[in-house]
């Protein structure tokens, strides 16, 4: 079974800092280009920011840019988020998501395999 699931969301004061996690099960990531994704109610999904196999590719929404680092462990089949300085906008369901491809990380519509995603609430 191919399977993503995201980890360490939680609620946060503005101005705190979050790492998320994403460990793969069923497949290796040396293969896949990875991505983060989030969702805020009634708003449309948006990239946060990729990763390619090797970290040659990276890039970054420029909401997030200077904030957020994106990072892989490819030993240990895992993807991270370190999230900064967060603000109330930063709120969401971040989802973590792969796609095999040695290329460039865009793209969104090409991911096809998401995790469950896990809640960010940036508030007092």
């Known amino acids: 079974q191919l399977q993503l699931v995201e980890s360490g969301g939680g609620l946060v004061q503005p101005g705190g800092s979050l790492r998320l996690s994403c460990a793969a099960s069923?497949?290796?990531?040396?293969?896949?280009?990875l991505g983060w994704f989030r969702q805020a109610p009634g708003k449309e999904r948006e990239g946060v920011s990729c990763?390619?196999?090797?970290?040659?590719?990276?890039v970054y929404a420029d909401s997030v840019k200077g904030r957020f680092t994106i990072s892989r462990n490819n030993a240990k089949n895992t993807l991270y988020l370190e999230m900064n300085s967060l603000k109330p906008e930063d709120t969401a369901t971040y989802y973590c998501?792969?796609?095999?491809?040695?290329?460039?990380?865009?793209?969104?519509?090409?991911?096809?395999?998401w995790g469950q995603g896990t809640q960010v609430t940036v508030s007092s």
């Open positions: 998501a792969a796609v095999r491809t040695f290329g460039l990380c865009g793209l969104q519509r090409l991911y096809d395999t």
């Open positions: 069923g497949f290796s990531l040396d293969y896949y280009a």
């Open positions: 990763i390619s196999v090797y970290a040659e590719n990276i």
